[in-house]
C-alpha cells in the first residue's frame, strides 16, 4: 500500500475570488493594450479596406473578441501565487486575500448529481479589510476556536481569521467579516502570523507546551498568549452579538496583552517558527554558561525554562533565539494610557460644553485619528546561527513533534534542521521556491497485533511534503533519513497548504474523549478548484521485516474497506483484488485476504475465479522452497470449488435439455401412480394451504457462490466434502444441484457427470437429492408423472456412479444404498413425497436386481431377494401413512378447540406405539367435533343416508347435499384409515381415546358442558371408565365440596 491523493472537498465560485480580487488589475491590462494598439503606426487604409469589409470577417472578429473574454486568463496564470491564502485545520474555511481585498469561503453540503453528499467550500463573504490608507494585507491565518460545551466532539465552534497589514496592524475578524478587535503592535509590516496550538504529550518526559500567536516584524517578535487570546476574542464575539441584537453601537474592546522581543543581531529576518518552551538537561547548562561566562561562570541549581525562536534570512541563515521565562512582563502601560485618554477626552469634553470650546471638534477627531502609541522591543541577543553569506533563507516550517524544521532558501535547496542540537543534518537540492509541509501518521491499532511491544503506547512516524512547483511534483520522505515514500504529478500553480495547528482553546482537561477532525497538509490546485490532502500509511516509515508486515496488514485493510464498499463495480473490485494479493508478501496474511474475498458477498463469481487463478499462478511461478504448500492447496481447492460451482450454472441456464427415454422402465411406475393417484390428489388438495414465508427462506433463493464454499471441502487427494451444517443450508444446496433436473430445464446427465468428475461421493450426492425431493413436495405433486420420470433417471444416474453400489454386493442381502433411500423414506413426514420416492426406488432397485440376476444366472427366472421384500413393505407402510394424514388434515369446522395438525411418519408411529394411531385419530375426532353415535356409525358400517323424509326447498338441498358429500368422503376416509390399521383402530380403543380426549378437555375447561355431553360413557368399558372418574372427576367434586364447606 503507497501513498495517495485524495479530494475531500470542491471548491465553488473559484473564478468569482479570482475576478474580485484582480479587478483593479484585469481594468489596468485592458487599458494598457487599448493605448498600445493607439500608439501603434497607422496608415490610411480607406481605399483598399473597405473590400475587405465584409459580414464575415465581422462575425469572425466578434467570435474571436467573445471566446477571448471567456478564456479564464487566471487557468493559465498562476494567480494564487500572488495572493496570501489560509486554510483552517478543520478545512472548512478558505482565506484569499491580495492587498486591500479578502474572500472567506466556508464549508457547505450539497447533493451531486448521483445522489451523494459532498462537502463544498463556496464564498460566504468579500470585500475590503484595510482601513488605513496604503496598507495591504501581508499574511493570513484561520484559526477555529474550540467550543467550551461539554457535548462538544473536537468540532470547533467558529473560526477566527487574523489578518496582519503592511501598516503594522493584526485584525481579528469572525466568517462573516465582522470586525472584532484591531490593535497595533510594532510600526514595521507585519512579515508572518503563526499559530501554536495545545499538543497532547506523548511521553511523560516531554514539556506540555502552551497556546500562543506568534507575529514577525522585521526586527521584532510578538508573542500573544494563547488562553488570555481565547478569552478576548470569545468576549469580543459576544459583545458583538449582543450590540448587533439590541442595535447600538459596539464598546471597543480592551488591547491585548502581549510580548515584545526585539531580534537583534541578524541583517534580515523573513520567516520563523516559535518552537515553545524547552529545559536544557544539567549538561548543556553547564556548557552554556562556560560558553558564555567563562571558566569562573556560576550555574544555577535548576536550568531555567526558555521560548525557544527560530528565524530564517540572512547574516547568518538561520538564527536561534532563547527568551528565558519571567525576564519580560506582559506590555500592559497601553492599557493604562487607552483608559487614561478616554477619560481626558471625556472630562474635555465635559468642560467643552460647559465652556462653550466646541470649535475644535475637527481638530479633535483628527487627534483621535492618530495611531496609538507602540511599546518599545525588549532586546533579544541571538545565541547561535548557522552562518552562511550567500544563502538566504526564504521560509522555515516547524514539525508536529517541535524537533525538526524544513528551511527554503534562494539556492533551491531544502535544508532538515535538528533544533535540539540546532544543527543542519539532511540536505536536498533542485527544489527552488519550494514549499514543505509535515505530516504525522499515527500507527494503526491492528499493526501491533505481530510487534513484542503491543501494550505500549502507538507511535508515530514523521514525514516531510515537499511541492516543487517548478516541476510540478509533490513528494513524501521519511524522517529523519529515510527513503523518498511517495511521489505525484502535480500542477505548476499550486499551494501548498501546512497550517501546523489545531483548535485554539483545548487543554489536557478539556481534550479527553475528543477526536480533531483536521487536515494536516493540503494541495490545493485552482485550475480543478479541488484541494487534496495526503493519505500516508504507517509501515512506510517502517524498514525491512517490520515493514513488510505492516505493509501486508495494510493492504489486508485496504482489501477490507473495498470488500465493504457498495459502490465499486466489478471490474474495479477485480483489479483492485488482484493487486492487493499479489502485493503481500506473508503467507499468512495472503490466505487470510483470499478467505476474507472468497467469504463476500458482493463479489462475483467471475472475479473470485480470476482472482484466485491470478494468485495460483504467481504461486506456482515461484520456487517450491518459497511457496507455502497450504496456500497452494488453499487456491487450487477453492479455484476447483468455482469451476464446479460455474459448470453447474451454466448447465442450469442451458438450452438443450436431455429427453427421457419412454421405455426407461417406468411402466410400472404409472400403474403405481395411477393406483395411489387419488390419495395423493387428496392429499395435495388438503395440503395446499396459503401460509405465510419470507423471501429469504424460500427455496427458489440463489445459492451464492460464498455460500457454495462454505458448504464444500476439497481434500488434498481431490476428494470434495459437503459439510452439513444446517437442514436450511443442506436443502439449499440440494436445490442448486438438483433441482433443475427434477424439473427438466437441466441435463441430468450432464449434471451427474459434473459431479462425479468432481469428486463428490454419491451416498452424499443421493442424500442431496432425497432432502430436496421431499421439500419441494408441493411443487412435485403438481406434476407428479414429470418429476418422477426425472428422478428415476437421476436415481438410476447416481447409482451407476463408482462407489455407490458395491460390486460385491448379494441380491440376498441388503444393500446400503438403497437401504439409504429407505431410512430417508422412513423418517420423512411428507408422506406423499415420500411414498413416490420409495416407488421410484423401488422400481430402480428392482431393475438393477434383475440386470445383476440375469448376468450371473441367464435363466428365466425372477430374482426374488430381501431387499425387493422390504422396498414393499415400506411402498405399504407409507401408503398407510399417506391415508392416515390425509385424514389429519381434514380441516376442522370453525370455532373448534384443538391444537396442531399431528405430522406422521413412519419412525413416529412406530415410536407411538399401539396406542400413538389411535390417539392422533381421537384428537382429529375432538377437533372434528363428531357425535359419537356418528362415530359408532362410521365404525360399524351401519350409517344410512335419508334422503326421502327430507322435504326442503333447492338452495337449502344443494348446500345439504354439499355438506353431505363432503361427510361422506371423510367418514369414507375415515373408514379407509381404520381398514388399514384395523388393530390399533379398533371401536373399544378408538372410543376410549376419544372419551379420555373429550374429558381431558374438559378438565382444561369445565365450563363447557360440550365436552361432557358428547362423552358418551357407554360405549367404554367400565374399567376405563373407572380410571377416568378417579382421575378427574373424584377431584373435582371433592374440590367443589371444598369450597362449599369453607362457604
Not at 463476500?600 to 463469481?605: D, H, K, L, S, T
Not at 471441502?713 to 433441482?739: H, Y
Not at 399401539?914 to 357425535?931: E, H, L, P, Y
Request: hydrophobic residues 40%; charged residues 20%; aromatic residues 8%.
Amino acid at each position: 500500500m503507497s501513498c495517495s491523493l485524495f479530494e475531500f472537498c470542491r471548491l465553488q465560485e473559484l473564478k468569482t475570488v479570482r475576478d474580485f480580487l484582480f479587478q483593479n488589475q484585469s481594468k489596468e491590462s485592458v487599458e494598457e493594450k487599448n493605448i498600445t494598439a493607439e500608439n501603434e503606426l497607422s496608415w490610411d487604409t480607406s481605399d483598399w479596406e473597405s473590400g475587405w469589409d465584409n459580414d464575415e470577417n465581422k462575425e469572425e472578429d466578434s467570435a474571436s473578441s467573445t471566446k477571448a473574454e471567456e478564456e479564464p486568463s487566471g487557468q493559465s496564470q498562476p494567480w494564487l501565487q500572488d495572493c496570501v491564502v489560509s486554510l483552517s485545520p478543520c478545512a472548512d474555511l478558505l482565506v484569499v486575500a491580495r492587498e486591500q481585498k479578502a474572500a472567506f469561503l466556508s464549508a457547505k453540503w450539497r447533493t451531486d448529481d448521483s445522489g451523494r453528499e459532498e462537502m463544498t467550500l463556496a464564498v460566504t463573504w468579500s470585500g475590503h479589510l484595510s482601513t488605513e490608507e496604503g496598507e495591504r494585507v501581508s499574511s493570513v491565518i484561520a484559526i477555529p476556536l474550540a467550543s467550551q460545551k461539554r457535548s462538544s466532539t473536537g468540532r470547533p465552534d467558529w473560526t477566527c481569521i487574523v489578518v496582519g497589514f503592511t501598516s503594522g496592524y493584526v485584525r481579528f475578524y469572525t466568517e462573516s467579516g465582522v470586525l472584532l478587535l484591531a490593535q497595533l503592535l510594532h510600526v514595521d509590516p507585519v512579515l508572518r502570523l503563526k499559530c501554536r496550538t495545545y499538543e497532547i504529550p506523548r511521553h511523560p518526559g516531554v514539556t506540555e507546551q502552551h497556546e500562543e500567536l506568534s507575529i514577525l516584524y522585521p526586527a521584532a517578535l510578538v508573542t500573544i498568549d494563547g488562553f488570555s487570546l481565547f478569552q478576548s476574542l470569545r468576549a469580543c464575539r459576544n459583545q458583538v452579538a449582543r450590540a448587533a441584537a439590541a442595535g447600538s453601537d459596539v464598546v471597543p474592546p480592551p488591547p491585548l496583552a502581549y510580548k515584545k522581543w526585539g531580534l537583534q543581531e541578524m541583517d534580515t529576518i523573513v520567516d520563523h517558527s516559535s518552537v515553545g518552551v524547552m529545559t536544557l538537561c544539567v549538561f548543556d547548562q553547564m556548557k552554556n554558561a562556560s560558553i558564555l561566562g567563562g571558566f569562573h561562570a556560576s550555574v544555577k541549581g535548576s536550568p531555567p525554562a526558555m521560548s525557544q525562536f527560530v528565524t530564517v534570512g540572512t547574516g547568518p541563515y538561520a538564527g536561534f533565539y532563547y527568551a528565558v521565562e519571567g525576564n519580560s512582563q506582559p506590555l500592559l502601560s497601553h492599557v493604562a494610557l487607552a483608559v487614561a485618554s478616554k477619560l481626558t477626552s471625556a472630562l474635555f469634553n465635559a468642560a467643552s460644553g460647559w465652556l462653550g470650546w466646541n470649535k475644535n471638534k475637527n481638530e479633535e477627531e483628527a487627534a483621535q485619528k492618530q495611531k496609538p502609541k507602540v511599546e518599545p522591543a525588549t532586546p533579544l541577543g541571538i545565541r547561535f546561527g548557522l552562518p552562511d553569506s550567500r544563502r538566504h533563507g526564504e521560509s522555515i516550517c516547524l514539525s508536529p513533534c517541535n524537533t525538526l524544521a524544513g528551511v527554503t532558501d534562494d539556492f533551491g535547496r531544502v535544508t532538515l534542521l535538528d533544533l535540539a542540537r540546532g544543527a543542519a543534518i539532511r540536505m536536498w537540492k533542485g527544489y527552488r521556491d519550494a514549499q514543505l509541509g509535515w505530516l504525522q501518521v499515527q500507527e494503526e491499532r491492528g499493526d501491533r497485533e505481530f510487534s513484542p511491544s503491543a501494550s505500549l503506547p502507538r507511535r508515530h512516524a514523521l514525514f516531510l511534503i515537499i511541492y516543487a512547483p517548478r516541476r510540478g511534483i509533490l513528494e513524501v520522505w521519511a524522517m529523519q533519513r529515510g527513503p523518498r515514500v511517495g511521489a505525484f504529478t502535480v500542477g505548476k500553480h499550486c499551494r501548498l497548504l501546512y497550517a501546523g495547528y489545531h483548535l485554539m482553546g483545548v487543554n489536557s482537561v478539556t481534550s479527553q474523549g475528543w477526536q480533531l477532525h483536521t487536515q494536516q497538509v493540503c494541495l490545493l490546485d485552482p485550475t480543478t478548484g479541488a484541494p487534496r490532502t495526503i493519505n500516508i500509511p504507517f509501515h512506510l516509515a517502517l524498514s525491512d521485516k517490520k515493514n513488510e508486515r505492516a505493509r501486508d496488514m495494510h493492504l489486508l485493510k485496504r482489501l477490507s474497506a473495498v470488500l465493504k464498499s457498495r459502490d465499486m463495480d466489478p471490474v474495479s473490485l477485480e483489479r483492485e483484488a488482484k493487486s492487493v494479493l499479489l502485493e503481500i508478501k506473508h503467507p499468512a496474511i495472503k490466505k487470510q485476504a483470499l478467505e476474507s474475498l472468497l467469504s463476500n458477498r458482493n463479489a462475483p463469481v467471475s472475479c473470485l475465479t480470476n482472482v484466485t487463478s491470478a494468485l495460483h499462478d504467481a504461486l506456482k511461478q515461484q520456487d517450491a522452497d518459497e511457496v507455502e504448500a497450504s496456500l497452494l492447496q488453499l487456491c487450487s481447492s477453492q479455484l476447483k470449488l468455482l469451476q464446479l460451482y460455474s459448470d453447474i450454472q451454466q448447465l442450469q441456464s442451458a438450452a438443450d435439455t436431455e429427453a427421457c427415454s419412454g421405455n426407461d422402465s417406468l411402466e410400472g411406475i404409472e400403474e403405481e401412480l395411477s393406483r395411489v393417484g387419488p390419495a395423493l390428489q387428496r392429499y395435495a388438495q388438503l395440503s395446499s394451504k396459503p401460509s405465510v414465508s419470507f423471501a429469504q427462506d424460500s427455496p427458489d433463493t440463489p445459492l451464492s457462490a460464498q455460500a457454495f464454499l462454505t458448504q464444500l471441502e476439497c481434500a488434498e487427494d481431490g476428494e470434495v466434502k459437503v459439510n452439513r451444517r444446517s437442514d436450511a443450508e443442506w436443502n439449499q444446496l440440494g436445490n442448486f444441484m438438483f433441482w433443475g433436473c427434477l424439473c427438466g430445464k437441466s441435463p441430468t446427465h450432464k449434471v451427474c457427470d459434473t459431479l462425479q468428475l468432481a469428486g463428490i461421493s454419491p451416498q452424499q450426492l443421493l442424500s442431496l437429492l432425497m432432502s430436496v425431493w421431499l421439500q419441494r413436495e408441493k411443487e412435485v405433486l403438481q406434476k407428479p408423472v414429470e418429476t418422477v420420470r426425472n428422478l428415476h433417471t437421476l436415481l438410476i444416474a447416481l447409482s451407476n456412479m463408482d462407489g455407490a453400489v458395491e460390486e460385491s454386493w448379494d441380491t440376498q442381502s441388503v444393500s446400503p444404498w438403497w437401504q439409504q433411500v429407505r431410512f430417508t423414506c422412513i423418517q420423512s413426514h411428507n408422506a406423499a413425497a415420500a411414498l413416490l420416492a420409495a416407488l421410484v426406488a423401488h422400481r430402480a432397485a428392482k431393475a438393477s436386481i434383475t440386470s445383476r440376476a440375469d448376468s450371473k444366472l441367464q435363466s428365466e427366472w425372477e430374482a426374488v431377494s430381501l431387499e425387493l421384500e422390504q422396498w414393499v413393505v415400506c411402498v405399504r407402510q407409507l401408503e398407510d401413512v399417506l391415508v392416515l394424514q390425509t385424514l389429519l388434515l381434514v380441516p376442522s369446522p370453525q370455532g373448534t378447540a384443538g391444537g396442531a395438525v399431528v405430522q406422521c411418519s413412519i419412525k413416529t408411529l412406530q415410536e407411538g406405539g399401539t396406542g400413538g394411531i389411535a390417539d392422533s385419530v381421537s384428537k382429529w375426532v375432538f377437533r372434528q367435533n363428531m357425535a359419537p353415535e356418528r362415530l359408532k356409525k362410521i365404525l360399524l358400517r351401519k350409517e344410512t343416508q335419508d334422503t326421502g323424509d327430507q322435504k326442503e326447498q333447492k338452495e337449502d338441498r344443494e348446500e345439504a347435499e354439499k355438506c353431505q358429500e363432503e361427510a361422506d368422503r371423510t367418514a369414507e376416509l375415515l373408514l379407509a384409515v381404520c381398514q388399514r390399521f384395523p388393530d390399533s383402530l379398533s371401536p373399544d380403543l378408538l372410543f376410549a381415546h376419544c372419551c379420555w380426549e373429550y374429558v381431558v378437555q374438559w378438565n382444561k375447561d369445565p365450563e363447557v358442558h360440550r365436552y361432557t355431553d358428547c362423552s358418551d360413557f357407554t360405549l367404554v368399558p367400565l374399567g376405563n371408565t373407572s380410571f377416568i372418574f378417579e382421575t378427574y372427576t373424584f377431584i373435582k367434586v371433592t374440590q367443589n365440596d371444598l369450597y362449599s364447606s369453607n362457604d
